[in-house]
């Protein structure tokens, strides 16, 4: 069950779990029609009532829907970099309007803790990583996240390829500067990473933001880095360019615009609609009758081309 995407629907206090088998990159289409469109969706999938959360704390995808306060509580660690799921979040707000959307940084941990579970049972053990050796980022790589440490003559930045920010190496401690140490900083970065940290060594206290699971990394802080003040950011990390100036005055705003079109274009081309696929040539009943690509449920929920052009209309914001 922790290889997928894991969904939770709340209705008078009690909830049911879904498990669809992608792997979370989907969410954002199959989520953008709004509750109505994806409770007739999920209807048809079927579900567990008060199943067993997974054990794998790191479980890549994640949503709560609970109609009754109007609280959609998502997480997806395959949605896409930071300015799609910017966008996606902008189209959310229009489709599922009205709704109070959250994003849970926790991961996992924060739909069980919405339910009344413990948490703690989807939380990385509190031992600290085992580190690779640094030797600096990787031009040629992604960057995955970013350490910032201030200092007497200015900052220093250091980059983070997917590999070394898998391994979770915020929660190494103060040895983590260190470790730093190894490796050539960043002279510039012009890419919004997923994750960032700065560490202030004079004051010691920290600023932390992620779109990434943290898998109780707030919650186990004081034990991880004993003596530091941890201050969380939630998404923003203009945060952490505003205290590194210099190298990293390059990097962007965010602009929604292009992920507003790209949703858009993933909706009309993954959410299926009878009559488009009939007008193609296609053989419904055959896609419906051997599931293929799970398009079985998707094609019950009955979405018509009026629904879906509302939808895209919403997502773009005409």
Known sequence: MGSGPNRAVIRDGAHTLYFPGDAGDGLDYLLAPGPDVVARWLAQLGGQTAGRWPEDPRCPAGVLIDPDQRVLLLFAVALGDYAYRAAVLDA?????????????HDGLADLIAYTGGDPAVARLPLDPPRLPRYDGHDPELPLAALVTIAGEHGGRAYGLSP???????FRAGPGLVDWLAGGEPLEWCDEIPSAGLHLD???RTAGLWSIMPLYGLREQWPALWPGWTLDFWGDAYTRQVALCPGVLDEVPQVLVEPGLRELARRLVDRWPVRSALAEAGLDVDRLHAHDVGGLRAMLDVGLTADELARTVDAVTGR
Do not use: I, V
């Not at 590999?163 to 190496?169: G, H, I, N």
């Open 92 to 104: 959310f707000a229009r489709t599922w309007s009205g709704w109070q959307l959250r994003w849970a």
């Open 163 to 169: 590999d070394l920010a898998a391994e979770q190496p």
């Open 201 to 203: 060594q004079a004051t």
